[in-house]
């Protein structure tokens, strides 16, 4: 194996490995909204805001963590990321009030997420592979975040019963601070300039320009109101109705274990077919199966199927978006635009974990985001289905500018 197969196949482990991690942590965030809001006498808005705050933080850092990884490389990049997910964790299991609690969960966790997830790891996989290896080595890290949303849940879930939500943060924190080591190992190498290349400011004007990226952007605010609406609410809605706890958490392990096949299949998937079409069929399918699951009678059989369906959708939208972004635009500022593509994911996902915390303290109930979910489900796949993923033409005898 030569030198070269040898270090991508490095970057692709550890990147998995911080991938699952950032991930895995974060996916258990939701079991911790009903024994914190009742302890610390809060509404479910309090928590459900702070979570908020931290993804729409999350959003408006990423651009410039992409950056700052397109041109120092991604390990300087996740080093910090995770030492402020470790300070946050730190932070919230000794937070009592609604002020600590935005903070560290949504501050330091926010930003720490946005120097360890996808637009810094995926940025760096696909300027390690080759283009037609691309969206297969994309879906396989995706499908690493995912075993870590599956195998760190059940833990997180004995955590908090074992040591308390407060403890359970603390060691989460420690957990979290694994990542450090790990990213200072990730030997990304910046894609050498090339005569094409565009500078930072060029590539942003170029974007702005390009219909079918803000296209992108639009159907990936989807993605994200619906997957961290259901991520967060989902063990909460199941209690109210009735269910036991451990329902919710093993509803939210098995959204983990089979978005592991989800993300793999849709990386693989698209380096075959069109991914703009895949992404269309996959928002029309998630908006039935959420329908299927509000119309019929609710039981653990039912929730357990939703988790089931709900993951092979849940990031297979991952690999397809970045990819789409690396056919268009090229892998040179991979991380800073995947970065703005993911910015509105993430102002989605304030959206639908906001709007979900305050429509429930109004109402006392979710039917209006659920219904609201299906809606968006719709009008994503139309968004979709009008973007072409060729790439862009430029001047041959374009300079790249400093």
């Known amino acids: 194996m030569d030198a070269l197969r040898r270090h991508t196949l490095l970057l692709i482990l550890l990147g998995s490995l911080v ?67 470790a300070l946050g964790l730190l932070f919230m299991g000794i937070s009592e009030s609604a002020l600590g609690m935005s903070l560290s969960a949504g501050l330091l966790i926010g930003l720490g997420l946005s120097g360890t997830t996808f637009s810094v790891i995926l940025g760096a996989v696909g300027r390690a592979v080759a283009p037609e290896k691309r969206s297969m080595a994309m879906g396989i890290v995706s499908a690493a975040g995912s075993f870590g949303q599956f195998a760190m849940l059940p833990g997180t879930l004995g955590l908090l019963g074992w040591l308390g939500w407060s403890a359970a943060l603390l060691a989460m924190g420690a957990l979290a601070a694994m990542m450090v080591p790990l990213g200072a190992m990730l030997k990304d190498r910046p894609s050498a300039r090339l005569a094409t290349d565009l500078s930072l400011r060029g590539a942003l004007d170029e974007a702005a320009g390009h219909r079918g990226f803000w296209l992108l952007c639009l159907g990936f605010f989807v993605c994200g109101f619906q997957v961290v609406f259901i991520g967060v609410h989902l063990p909460g809605y199941l209690f109210d109705n009735g269910l036991a706890v451990h329902v919710g958490s093993t509803v939210l392990a098995l959204v983990g274990l089979f978005n592991i096949f989800g993300t793999y299949a849709a990386g ?3 380096g075959i077919y069109s991914k703009p079409r895949l992404l269309s069929w996959l928002y029309l399918t998630r908006g039935a199966v959420i329908a299927i699951f509000i119309l019929l009678p609710l039981s653990p059989a039912s929730a357990y199927l939703f988790g089931i369906a709900i993951g092979l959708l849940w990031l297979s939208t991952v690999p397809l978006t970045n990819g789409i972004v690396a056919s268009v635009f090229g892998v040179r500022h991979l991380s800073m635009l995947g970065g703005i593509v993911f910015l509105f994911h993430q102002v989605g996902s304030f959206t639908g974990v906001w709007l979900g915390g305050m429509l429930y303290d109004l109402h006392g109930d979710y039917d209006v985001v659920w219904k609201l979910a299906i809606m968006l489900s719709v009008i994503a796949a139309l968004l979709h289905w009008f973007i072409s993923e060729a790439p862009l033409k430029r001047p041959i005898s374009q300079e790249a500018q400093v």
């Open 268 to 270: 693989w998937l698209g």
């Open 19 to 85: 991938l699952s991690l950032a991930m895995g942590l974060r996916h258990g965030f939701g079991l911790f909204l009903e024994p914190m809001s009742s302890d610390l006498g809060w509404g479910r808005e309090v928590f459900a805001f702070a979570l908020a705050l931290q993804n729409l933080i999350w959003g408006f850092a990423q651009p410039f963590t992409g950056a700052l990884a397109d041109r120092f490389g991604a390990a300087r990049v996740v080093v910090v990321g995770g030492a402020l997910y």
